[in-house]
């Protein structure tokens, strides 16, 4: 059985300003990926990078400022290629804010055998957390850092350890946190430490 994801966020700017950190380049990396390239309209393409993580995007519909869905054709996440996956962007305005519905859909494969449905659901899964984090980024970036450039650092390191040592050791002693705490925190929650080097950092969880 095919997986949906369908997710809506409520975010304090006006439909264009958000249809265009959805589709402009020089947006997009300002939230979401490291690299952008877009051609616009129908039938035109996105392509999104993080190092070698790429995602080549068709768009299907171009409705600027209401209604954006593009196709990806390639697999990801172990699971199998087959058919395409489809996002869906569809954008309201409610007052002064807009509301984005999300659909990303095609978590299928050809048949339930060998473990593919099993795997279809936790990728699923993985994949709406991940959208959960960058609907908070997205939000972070429209309400407060509108048109300010970031800086990403992007760091990958082998761990023998299970995923939650691993991450316990990261916002521990003997990772980034020196004094301080990022244990417990939840999404809207204000966070304060100071890092081994000395550096002090200070602001809003997004996504926890």
Request: proline share 5%; with cysteine.
């Amino acid at each position: 059985m095919a997986e949906v994801l369908k997710l809506e966020t409520r975010i304090n700017a006006d439909r264009e300003t958000v249809w265009k950190a959805l589709t402009d380049p020089k947006e997009l990396v300002r939230w979401f990926p490291l690299e952008a390239h877009v051609k616009p309209g129908q039938g035109g393409s996105i392509h999104l990078t993080w190092q070698e993580h790429k995602f080549d995007q068709k768009i299907e519909v171009w409705q600027p400022p209401e209604h954006l869905r593009v196709a990806e054709e390639q697999h990801f996440g172990g699971a199998p290629a087959h058919g395409h996956r489809m996002i869906d962007y569809k954008l309201k305005s409610e007052g002064k804010q807009t509301v984005l519905h999300l659909e990303h859909s095609g978590f299928d494969a050809p048949s339930a055998g060998g473990g593919h449905a099993a795997l279809n659901a936790r990728l699923a899964s993985t994949v709406a957390s991940c959208w959960q984090a960058q609907f908070g980024a997205l939000k972070q970036y429209t309400e407060q850092h509108l048109g300010e450039d970031r800086t990403v650092s992007w760091t990958h390191v082998p761990a023998k350890e299970s995923h939650a040592q691993t991450w316990a050791r990261l916002i521990g002693p003997k990772g980034i946190v020196s004094s301080g705490s990022l244990t417990s925190l939840k999404a809207g929650e204000t966070y304060s430490f100071k890092a081994p080097t000395g550096d002090s950092f200070h602001g809003v969880v997004i996504d926890s």
